[in-house]
């Protein structure tokens, strides 16, 4: 069973920058790949980044690339998302999620990983 506990969101403007982090549990971290998803207001989940094992496979989706960063520390079982230039579209609430460990690949929908953090507020103000 793998835990995962997000943190990092909070109110900011428009322009500025967010660290997310996802804190997760159990010794089998660094065999799990991993992704961020979001939720924003009367919308559906999106994929917003996936990241392999060792962090040498990364994929962001298109709405987010050049200002969104993943990644990972396994020695400290945590996973990351550096958020910068944030805009109004990016509130959300901000969910890492965590496949089955042993798979490698991280696919861009929400059905193929298992285990969810409970999420973490980002609201951009204009």
């Known amino acids: 069973q793998v835990q995962l506990v997000e943190s990092g969101g909070g109110l900011v403007q428009t322009g500025g920058s967010l660290r997310l982090s996802c804190a997760a549990s159990?010794?089998?971290?660094?065999?799990?790949?991993m992704g961020w998803f979001r939720q924003g207001p009367g919308k559906a989940r999106e994929f917003v980044a996936g990241?392999?094992?060792?962090?040498?496979?990364?994929v962001y989706a298109d709405s987010v690339k050049g200002r969104f960063t993943i990644s990972r520390d396994n020695a400290k079982n945590t996973l990351y998302l550096q958020i910068n230039n944030l805009e109004p579209e990016d509130t959300a609430v901000y969910h890492c999620?965590?496949?089955?460990?042993?798979?490698?690949?991280?696919?861009?929908?929400?059905?193929?990983?298992?285990?969810w953090g409970q999420g973490t507020q980002v609201t951009v103000s204009s």
């Open positions: 990241i392999s094992w060792k962090g040498g496979s990364i």
């Open positions: 159990g010794r089998t971290f660094s065999m799990t790949a």
């Open positions: 999620a965590a496949r089955t460990p042993g798979f490698s690949y991280f696919p861009q929908v929400a059905g193929a990983y298992n285990y």
